[in-house]
């Protein structure tokens, strides 16, 4: 299942690199001596091919009354996909505090005011549990996930610690949240492979109501899915929704960025743009010989003080 290439950023070997990576491949007859190469420049040809396979898989675009279906149960569809996965899907994301340093919090004792953190789509904790982890003092965390299932994983957990961390069940496309926090009151929101999951049309409500609960200065950690990632490229005709945006075989969905929809989207919801990259990645199956181009959209944007 395509959602499963989230897992792949996730090794010993990312949680050490500079941001982005420093493999980089010089030599193509060198490519399949390591797993991964970082940094990958896409050529005119390869971008050709890309664009023209998207084409191709979404002419045939989804019933309008299987689109409505998706859209009313989505909450069902990840219920079922935490039933079937539980917490043995995707790895703890490391990674993340190399690529997001303003996750590894100043904890020296002086320093009272806890720092807060809001991650939206926060799964079963791969991310919550890390910054937990790796930040003994000065945190707290608040996490939400449309599925119930996910939440409830996240308190049943070893780890778990109601003192430092308040999960709560929360369709973030709904008019009014009913947040455990106020506005104007959280210092980082954590968007990793979520606003991809959620209908177009909706995305911007979502963001406005970032805007509204980050404290002036707050920032939005932005990674998802970039146009013409290998999972964009793999679906079949008959899957798409919309433009680049996909439902998987499971009923979950998956939107993919451009660098273009990203600053559009948060510069209309009035967030100043620190950071909007790619991050394009070469994996490779030495066993098969096989070469899989990720796509990734890395940014931050921060409300203004």
Same mark, same amino acid.
């Given at each position: 299942?395509?959602?499963? +290439?989230? #897992?792949?950023?996730? &090794?010993?070997?990312?949680?050490?690199?500079?941001?982005? @990576?420093?493999? *980089?491949?010089? !030599?193509?007859?060198?490519?399949?001596?390591?797993?991964?190469?970082?940094?990958?420049?896409?050529?005119?040809?390869?971008?050709?091919?890309?664009?023209?396979?998207? %084409?191709?898989?979404?002419?045939?675009?989804?019933?309008?009354?299987?689109?409505?279906?998706?859209? &009313?149960?989505?909450?069902?569809?990840?219920?079922?996909?935490?039933?079937?996965?539980?917490?043995?899907? *995707?790895?703890?994301?490391?990674?993340?505090?190399?690529?997001?340093?303003?996750?590894? %919090?100043?904890?020296?004792?002086?320093?009272?005011?806890?720092?807060?953190?809001?991650?939206? @789509?926060?799964?079963?904790? +791969? %991310?919550?549990?890390?910054?937990?982890?790796?930040?003994?003092?000065?945190? *707290?965390?608040?996490?939400?996930?449309?599925?119930?299932?996910? #939440?409830?994983?996240?308190?049943?957990?070893?780890?778990?610690?109601?003192?430092?961390?308040?999960?709560?069940?929360? !369709?973030?496309?709904?008019?009014?949240?009913?947040?455990?926090?106020?506005?104007?009151?959280? !210092?980082?929101?954590?968007?990793?492979?979520?606003?991809?999951?959620?209908?177009?049309?909706?995305?911007?409500?979502?963001?406005?109501?970032?805007?509204?609960?980050?404290?002036?200065? @707050?920032?939005?950690?932005?990674?998802?899915?970039?146009?013409?990632?290998?999972?964009?490229?793999?679906?079949?005709?008959?899957?798409?929704?919309?433009?680049?945006?996909?439902?998987? @075989?499971?009923? %979950?969905?998956?939107?993919?960025?451009?660098?273009?929809?990203?600053?559009?989207?948060?510069?209309?919801?009035?967030?100043?743009?620190?950071?909007?990259?790619? !991050?394009?990645?070469?994996? #490779?199956?030495?066993?098969?010989?096989?070469?899989?181009?990720? #796509?990734?959209?890395?940014?931050?944007?921060?409300?203004?003080?």
């Amino acid at each position: 299942m395509d959602v499963v +290439n989230e #897992v792949v950023s996730d &090794n010993a070997e990312t949680a050490k690199r500079p941001q982005f @990576g420093q493999r *980089f491949l010089v !030599d193509q007859s060198k490519v399949f001596e390591h797993n991964a190469w970082d940094n990958v420049s896409w050529d005119e040809a390869q971008e050709s091919e890309a664009e023209r396979i998207v %084409t191709e898989n979404s002419q045939s675009k989804v019933e309008d009354d299987l689109k409505a279906k998706y859209e &009313n149960l989505a909450a069902k569809y990840w219920d079922e996909f935490y039933d079937t996965h539980e917490n043995k899907f *995707f790895k703890d994301r490391h990674w993340l505090f190399t690529e997001f340093p303003e996750l590894k %919090t100043d904890s020296s004792p002086e320093k009272d005011e806890n720092k807060v953190v809001l991650e939206i @789509g926060c799964g079963v904790g +791969n %991310t919550v549990f890390p910054i937990l982890e790796i930040n003994k003092n000065n945190v *707290f965390v608040y996490c939400c996930d449309f599925s119930d299932k996910a #939440v409830n994983l996240v308190k049943e957990n070893a780890d778990f610690d109601p003192s430092r961390c308040s999960p709560f069940v929360c !369709d973030v496309t709904s008019e009014s949240w009913n947040a455990p926090f106020s506005a104007n009151s959280l !210092d980082v929101v954590i968007l990793i492979f979520t606003l991809s999951a959620i209908h177009p049309d909706k995305m911007p409500h979502v963001l406005n109501q970032i805007h509204k609960y980050l404290k002036p200065g @707050g920032v939005v950690l932005f990674r998802d899915y970039g146009r013409y990632d290998m999972a964009q490229l793999r679906f079949k005709k008959g899957r798409c929704l919309n433009d680049n945006f996909y439902v998987r @075989g499971d009923g %979950t969905r998956v939107y993919f960025f451009s660098q273009d929809d990203i600053q559009r989207l948060f510069l209309e919801s009035n967030f100043v743009e620190e950071a909007n990259l790619v !991050d394009r990645r070469l994996q #490779v199956n030495r066993g098969k010989c096989l070469k899989m181009y990720r #796509v990734w959209i890395q940014a931050k944007y921060r409300k203004q003080s």
